[in-house]
């Protein structure tokens, strides 16, 4: 299936690892050039940007500066065309709600929705003047399955899958799609690397990182972690013009992690 992708300028956010990691390469394995987001430059996105096709820039999106120096640097490039919505955090609670401080608000917040505030509000005006654009937001299956473990993430995940329903209604008659994913449980470190999410729950519940993983997906249909590229393959689609007339949708890729419908 051709996407159309060619020669096209996608902005993603939190690209040196993970989800972002395979998104960006996904993107620049269909064509586009990808100006790649993150406070690290890894191995693997220098050797994307040694080919020319991935422009890293080191900003820290938590800031408010950071998203708007990111989709300068796309502009510069002559446009956007795509934004991916990606870089994310999560950190559990094991201390229960009384434990997440102000501060730990204010870094979830700043991160998970202002990150997608300041991005997305950056790209809207090059795309309006384009009369064309695709904005893909990663959410998570905790923004309507509400974790006692993580609250400020699933709150955050809540909000900008919220507004990006609100945004495809505001943008869709300007010929800008804006579409959520909701991923269940990948494969990447923030569940099973250093300091993840298996590893600190693990760690508070004496049980091993390992067991921690397995108990996650037991009860699943396919029983297994979705992986960063089978994400990717999903965001790569809602962002072609394939997806023309899907704006205003989540889209969850949970391998049955969400069990009602
Ligand atoms: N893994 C899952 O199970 C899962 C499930 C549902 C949804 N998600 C969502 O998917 C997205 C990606 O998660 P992931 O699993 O790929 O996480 P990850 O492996 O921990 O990668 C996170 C990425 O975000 C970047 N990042 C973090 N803080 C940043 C900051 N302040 N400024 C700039 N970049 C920052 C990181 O780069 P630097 O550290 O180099 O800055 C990295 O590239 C997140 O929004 C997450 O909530 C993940």
């Known amino acids: 299936m051709d996407l159309h992708l060619d020669g ?42 040694s080919r020319g096709q991935v422009t890293f820039v080191s900003v820290d999106l938590a ?11 796309a502009e510069q490039r002559g446009g956007i065309d795509i934004l991916v919505n990606n870089a994310g955090a999560v950190t559990p609670r094991p201390g229960g709600f009384v434990s997440v401080t102000d501060e730990d608000w204010d870094a979830s917040w700043s991160l998970g929705v202002m990150a ?38 699933c709150a955050v995940k809540a909000a900008v899958t919220n507004i990006t329903k609100a945004l495809s209604k505001e943008l869709g008659p300007k010929g800008i799609r804006a579409n959520s994913i909701s991923p269940g449980p990948v494969m990447t470190d923030l569940w099973v690397g250093r300091g993840g999410v298996a590893e600190v729950v ?28 089978e994400v990717a393959d999903l965001v790569v689609f809602l962002a072609s013009d394939r997806a023309a007339n899907i704006t205003g949708s989540d889209v969850r890729i949970d391998g049955g992690f969400i069990t009602t419908v």
């Not at 690209?15 to 693997?44: E, F, N």
């Not at 800031?63 to 640097?73: E, K, R």
């Not at 309006?128 to 654009?133: D, K, W």
């Not at 309507?144 to 993430?153: K, L, V």
Request: glycine content about 12%.
């Open 116 to 153: 997608t505030v300041r991005a997305t509000r950056a790209a809207i005006p090059a795309m309006v003047r384009a009369g064309s654009g695709s904005i893909v937001t990663i959410g998570s299956v905790n923004a309507f399955y509400p974790d006692p473990g993580i609250p400020d993430y």
């Open 63 to 73: 800031t408010a500066d950071g998203p708007i120096a990111l989709v300068a640097a």
């Open 8 to 49: 096209k300028t996608a902005v993603v956010t939190g690209a040196s690892r993970g989800i972002g990691l395979a998104i960006t390469s996904a993107l620049v394995d269909a064509g586009a050039h990808v100006v790649a987001g993150a406070r690290s430059r890894t191995a693997q996105l220098e050797e994307l940007e």
């Open 202 to 229: 693990g760690r508070a519940s004496g049980v091993s990182p390992q067991e921690v993983a397995d108990s996650a997906v037991a009860g699943t249909a396919t029983g297994r972690f979705t992986t960063s590229d």
